[in-house]
């Protein structure tokens, strides 16, 4: 059996991501349950244990919309701190949703 040429290689890797992002679409546009109030509530107490900075950069992305230098910029921190920042809160509210110890 033959190696395949490596032109033939981009063309199985292209169909390949092709392939995992038309899944992944259709993953994210299935409907989801809507989150009930326990779990609501878990996630606001969540947000409001969040050390202060890790809440104002989570909410001014997620609310106010505005991208990691911008924010970076308001707060005077670097751009990769605003990236741990928002890692941290999503973690703690995704464990929160699930009904995890924070």
């Keep these: 059996m033959t190696e395949p040429s490596n032109g033939r290689l981009a063309v199985i890797r292209s169909r390949c991501r092709v392939l995992a992002m038309r899944w992944l679409t259709r993953r994210l ?29 989570f909410m001014m992305h997620r609310f106010d919309d505005l991208p990691y230098r911008r924010i970076a910029v308001r707060v005077g921190i670097s751009i990769d701190e605003v990236e741990v920042h928002m890692a941290t809160a999503i973690k703690l509210l995704g464990r929160a949703a699930r009904g995890e110890s924070l």
Excluded: G
Aim: proline share 17%.
């Design 29 to 57: 546009q299935a409907p989801m349950p809507p989150p009930d109030s326990a779990c609501l509530a878990r996630m606001e107490e969540a947000l409001k244990r969040m050390p202060d900075l890790t809440r104002e950069v």
